[in-house]
């Protein structure tokens, strides 16, 4: 938490050696006391499966929630990221490993883990799919609260988690 904007790239660099403070399993069978988030929203009959696949992996969806992102790469296994989210007057970092990638051809996404100092400890997948009806993007999270202002407020910090969730949602919709 700090006044002013981060230096991502420095903060990067310090988290680049950091391991995951959480794992895929949470997906599967969430720790006792952790918040549950699954949403999906349908694309739009313009959106194709690569279009939305490179911005997903580009960080780009990321970007368009509103964060600040420095990433050590695109989204691939062992990439280190590291997203910046002003609250009122103050900035949250939140670094975070990508632990999983899927490429099939009806799904493709990641999933990251987050890393030590992270307002939350948890996971978090992101996923293009194939339906019945066209294509749709889901996120699954499994967080609970690390950051002891999270601690003592969590409404607010459920509030920033959702902001972000509908902005990743909104960007993926807008292709």
């Known amino acids: 938490m700090r006044l002013t904007r981060p230096d991502l790239p420095q903060v990067l660099q310090r988290y680049a050696k950091e391991l995951p403070v959480a794992d895929l399993g949470w997906l599967d069978a969430p720790p006792s006391g952790s918040r549950v988030l699954r949403e999906r929203v349908a694309l739009g009959p313009g959106a194709t499966l690569e279009a939305t696949a490179e911005a997903l992996f580009g960080w780009d969806i990321h970007r368009g ?3 600040v ?7 691939e296994v062992g990439v280190t990221v590291v997203q910046a989210v002003r609250v009122g007057p103050l900035w949250f970092t939140a670094p975070c490993r990508v632990v999983d990638v899927v490429r099939e051809p009806d799904e493709v996404g990641f999933t990251y883990a987050t890393l030590p100092h992270h307002p939350e400890t948890g996971v978090e997948a992101f996923r293009v799919l194939r339906t019945g009806d066209g294509l749709a993007f889901e996120i699954h999270a499994v967080a609970r609260h690390d950051f002891w202002g999270s601690r003592i407020l969590p409404r607010i910090a459920h509030r920033v988690q959702d902001r972000v969730t509908r902005g990743y949602l909104a960007t993926a919709q807008r292709g």
């Open 69 to 75: 992102v420095a990433p050590s790469g695109p989204a």
């Open 65 to 67: 929630a509103g964060l």
